[in-house]
């Protein structure tokens, strides 16, 4: 990419719409990490990306009051019933104005700071509609990351109707289109870099992590 002018216009989505569930149903964006909420400290990150975002918004159905007084756009799911991701992918696709989707979750609060530039550059590589980050667990087996995924802003008429008849799996409805694997396994990727904590032990355990 030669100079800022070539860069595409990117705008950032942070999954935060959850029921928290496995958190014992609270509102996972505002549990505290290293002194912070979670979903600020994904706002921070992407803030922090090495490609410029041209906007960010994050995708909650809670204390959007809240997500509000950080200063970005907070929309809520347009499916009812915590329908998962995919709700929030279709709420953000809705309301993007640029070509290009960057989605993160609010829960893998190391995702790296290079993600958009290497998504970026595996789909112009490979003229592909979508990438999606796929790294090394601690099973040493190769796992797709399907929330941190970069779409083109066009698929939004292809996932509402994918929803609007009962879907809600990322990889069946990424897997209609071109999808390229990006893997992070370069010398110096931070191993914890996906790990997302579904539990507030986790959470802790993330926390206190060297």
Not at 102 to 115: E, G, H, Y
Not at 146 to 154: E, G, H, I, K, Q
């Amino acid at each position: 990419m030669s100079g800022v002018d070539s860069l595409p216009a990117v705008t950032g989505l942070i999954l935060a719409g959850g029921r928290g569930s496995r958190m014992g149903g609270v509102d996972k964006g505002l549990q505290p990490y290293k002194g912070k909420p979670l979903a600020l400290n994904a706002l921070q990150r992407l803030h922090a990306q090495d490609m410029p975002l041209a906007r960010v918004m994050v995708n909650a159905n809670r204390n959007t009051a809240i997500y509000q007084g950080w200063g970005v756009p907070v929309c809520p799911d347009t499916l009812e019933g915590y329908a998962g991701p995919l709700a929030g992918f279709l709420t953000g696709l809705t309301l993007c104005a640029t070509p290009w989707l960057l989605t993160v979750p609010c829960d893998s609060p190391r995702f790296p700071l290079q993600l958009l530039s290497r998504l970026y550059s595996a789909v112009r590589r490979e003229g592909a509609d979508i990438a999606m980050a796929n790294a090394l667990e601690e099973d040493g087996q190769w796992h797709a990351q399907p929330v941190f995924c970069l779409m083109r802003s066009t698929l939004r008429e292809s996932l509402h109707a994918f929803t609007s008849h009962g879907g809600r799996k990322i990889d069946a409805w990424t897997g209609l289109h071109h999808t390229v694997m990006v893997p992070f396994d370069a010398p110096g990727d931070d191993p914890m870099a996906f790990f997302n904590a579904n539990t507030l032990a986790q959470l802790q355990q993330l926390d206190s992590h060297a």
